[in-house]
């Protein structure tokens, strides 16, 4: 069974820092992109940040381009999601999810539980 | 950026009834469309992928079609677990981007 298990996400100052990490199981990780995917308090869905399964290739919405890092470790079958230089914007529960086909990058089928990460001061 | 735009922000509907919601590529996307349902504090569910394949386990009152700039995603049948918001996203290129979210309620 695939399950993503993320780490609490907590409440962080503007200007702060935190890193998210997402445990995979029940699926071979290294051979998935992975993503970010983020919702804001009653709003929309957000995609954040995708990775490659070998970690070569990262993606990064324009609104976190330059604070936030995505990386992988195969070894680990864990997912991370480095977030700096926190917003208030930033504010919204993260999901991590994978496709539901090796060849499909972006159609995702398995998510995280979701943690809720609030920027303020 | 590709822009996402979903018609209509709400329904209301009746059990039995068929529904269709409508999305709307800013640019072509070929046939680059998923289509997700999300239950209050849930994380989303996939049922559409490739614009008309079901993902596995969605039962089949679900469907979509489209290409290009416009997709549709119809429920033949409403039950009383579709009352939800569901999504569109498109995958052709980054940044992959959602529509709005159309709220399905009990009419």
Not at chain 1, 24 to 38: D, E, I, K, L
Request: hydrophobic fraction near 30%; charged fraction near 15%.
């Amino acid at each position: 069974e695939v399950q993503l298990v993320e780490s609490e996400g907590g409440l962080v100052q503007p200007g702060g820092s935190l890193r998210l990490s997402c445990a995979a199981s029940g699926f071979t990780f290294s051979n998935y992109a992975m993503s970010w995917v983020r919702q804001a308090p009653g709003k929309g869905l957000e995609w954040v940040s995708t990775i490659s399964g070998s970690g070569g290739n990262t993606y990064y919405a324009d609104s976190v381009k330059g604070r936030f890092t995505i990386s992988r470790d195969n070894s680990k079958n864990t997912l991370y999601l480095q977030m700096n230089s926190l917003r208030a914007e930033d504010t919204a529960v993260y999901y991590c999810a994978r496709p539901n086909y090796v060849d499909y990058t972006l159609y995702f089928a398995y998510w995280g539980q979701g943690t809720l990460v609030t920027v303020s001061s | 950026d590709i822009q996402m735009t979903q018609s209509p922000s709400s329904v209301s509907a009746s059990v039995g009834d068929r529904v269709t919601i409508t999305c709307r590529a800013s640019q072509g996307i070929s046939s680059w469309l998923a289509w997700y349902q999300q239950k209050p504090r849930k994380a989303p569910k996939l049922l559409i992928y490739a614009a008309s394949s079901l993902q596995s386990g969605v039962p089949s009152r679900f469907s979509g079609s489209g290409s290009g700039t416009d997709f549709t995603l119809t429920i033949s049948s409403l039950q009383p677990e579709d009352f939800a918001t569901y999504y569109c996203q498109q995958a052709n290129s980054f940044p992959s981007t959602f529509g709005q979210g159309t709220r399905l309620e009990i009419k």
